[in-house]
Structures are given as structure tokens and as C-alpha cells.
């Protein structure tokens, strides 16, 4: 069976910062892979996604950055944190070549605070 | 971009009650999906509609669609303590990733 796997769960780091967050998928090859941010009581900010190892697609401008080194393996990274970059970050995969609409399987969360 | 909003931003019930949650939407869609989210945890896929789709059960769970109002609403009969969560609708308009609205938060009390 596929399982998805987040770390760290919690991070509390100073503003200035670097940031990379892991996320690996078992169980699946040639996965979706998302980034999504959620603001305290808010709902889904999609950040990155990734059809391919080394395709990258961002949604948002913003001075964070994602890489995908293999194929069931999406990193989130950021050289100088910002107090708004705090919020709680989700993983998630899809199967299927490409975005097709398929259901998304989410990895457990990283809540991220920025001080 | 945001495009389902759910409807009401809060609900609280008693056990035993029926739940429902509304999902507006703006643009035409390919499916819309709705989503568990416990405090603190990832979302949890509860069921997709295609839009040639009008109704689907699962369990206790009914999602309607009705496209001619972009509009989709999830009832969850016969609650639980367990069912308390938040509930988000998510829209595929292809090619691109699912959109979610802001969610739904649901306490149900025992």
C-alpha cells in the first residue's frame, strides 16, 4: 500500500532563517507531488506541484522554492525565512500522468512557526 | 486563487443530528471533491462528483451537485463526536491542481 511520509512535524525557527522540509512517497512510482500552506484557520494555498522529477510548477511568487531529486521525493526549501512564511505545511500525492483530477492522499503535516 | 466556498464557515450539532455543508463555486469543473481535516492532521479524501454527476453516497455520507448553480452540498447523517472536523470542497477544472475552499469547521456534541 502507498504511504506518504512528512517531516519534521513541528519547527520553530528565527525569522532569517534557512527552511527545507522533506516529504517521501512509498508504495506508488511517478507520482503527483504538492506543496500546500495553511494559514491558522484557513483554507489551502497550493505552493508548488511536480509531474516529473525536476518539473517544478509554482503557484505563488514568494521566496520559498521546491525540488524534486527522485521520483517519490519533494523537498521545500527557503534561504532566509520570513514571519510570514509561519503556517502549517501539507504533502500530498496523486496518481496518474499528469494533473487529472485524481484524489489527493495527504502526508500528515509540518507546522511550521516563524519568530 | 480560492474557487469553492464553503457554507457555513461553522456548525455545531448535537449527536444524532444531520449535517450539511455548502460548497459554491465560480467556474465550470471537471469533479469537486470534499475533504476531512482533524485538528492538526493532513486532509482526508472523503468522496469525488464528476459533473455529469448529480448525487453520491458513501456510508453516511450524500454529496449532491448541481452545476447549473456551481453549487454542491455534503450531508452527513446521523452524527458523531468522531465526525467533528473540518470539511473542505475542493474543484478540478483541468490542467491544473485541485482548488480548495476555506472549509467547513463541524463540532458535534455529545
Known amino acids: 500500500s502507498q504511504t506518504i511520509h512528512q517531516w519534521p512535524a513541528t519547527l520553530v525557527q528565527p525569522v532569517g532563517s534557512p527552511l527545507s522540509l522533506e516529504c517521501t512517497v512509498e508504495?506508488?512510482?511517478?507520482?503527483?507531488l504538492y506543496w500546500y500552506r495553511q494559514a491558522a484557520g484557513r483554507g489551502l494555498q497550493l505552493l508548488f506541484y511536480s509531474v516529473g522529477i525536476g518539473q517544478i510548477s509554482s503557484e505563488v511568487p514568494q521566496n520559498l522554492s521546491a525540488s524534486r531529486p527522485q521520483d517519490r521525493q519533494f523537498i521545500l526549501s527557503s534561504k532566509k525565512l520570513l514571519l510570514s512564511d509561519s503556517g502549517f505545511y501539507l504533502c500530498?500525492?496523486?496518481?496518474?500522468?499528469?494533473?487529472?483530477?485524481?484524489?489527493?492522499?495527504f502526508g500528515s503535516g509540518t507546522q511550521l512557526s516563524v519568530l | 486563487s480560492q474557487q469553492g466556498e464553503e457554507d457555513p464557515q461553522a456548525l455545531s450539532i448535537q449527536e444524532g443530528e444531520n449535517a450539511t455543508m455548502n460548497c459554491s463555486y465560480k467556474?465550470?469543473?471537471?469533479?469537486l471533491q470534499w475533504y476531512r481535516q482533524n485538528s492538526g492532521r493532513g486532509l482526508v479524501h472523503l468522496i469525488l462528483?464528476?459533473?455529469?454527476?448529480r448525487e453520491k453516497h458513501s456510508g453516511r455520507l450524500r454529496v449532491t451537485l448541481d452545476t447549473s448553480k456551481k453549487s454542491s452540498s455534503l450531508l452527513i447523517t446521523a452524527s458523531r463526536a468522531a465526525d467533528t472536523a473540518s470539511y473542505f470542497c475542493a474543484t478540478y477544472s483541468g490542467n491544473t491542481p485541485l482548488v480548495f475552499g476555506k472549509g467547513t469547521r463541524l463540532s458535534v456534541i455529545a
Open positions: 508504495g506508488t512510482s511517478n507520482p503527483n
Open positions: 467556474t465550470s469543473i471537471n469533479n
Open positions: 462528483i464528476r459533473s455529469n454527476e
Open positions: 500530498a500525492w496523486s496518481a496518474g500522468h499528469g494533473i487529472g483530477g485524481e484524489k489527493l492522499f
